[in-house]
């Protein structure tokens, strides 16, 4: 599990972020141990988001610690700036 840079945000990866889609995650995860994340993330104030998305490209200003191109929405919420 990644705890954002940015706000309350929060993704649970299997594994390593970018290794399996949303629907992989889901299937590998025991649902136990899914509930209790999400249940626990909620109690903290924490909004699980799915990762695909954050791997489309950000389209907005860019700090100039963001020296990749394209910069990702991963990147902006999640990598290290």
């Known amino acids: 599990m990644l705890i954002g840079n940015f706000g309350g945000l929060a993704v649970l990866a299997v594994d ?28 903290v104030g924490y909004t699980l988001i799915p990762e695909e998305p954050l ?8 700090p100039p610690a963001i020296s990749r191109a394209p910069a990702t929405w991963w990147i902006r919420y999640f990598d290290y700036l």
């Open 16 to 43: 390593n972020p970018g290794v399996w889609t949303q629907a992989e995650a889901d299937q590998l995860m025991h649902p136990d141990d899914a509930h209790r994340v999400h249940t626990a993330l909620a109690d």
């Open 55 to 62: 791997w489309r490209d950000y389209d907005g200003a860019c």
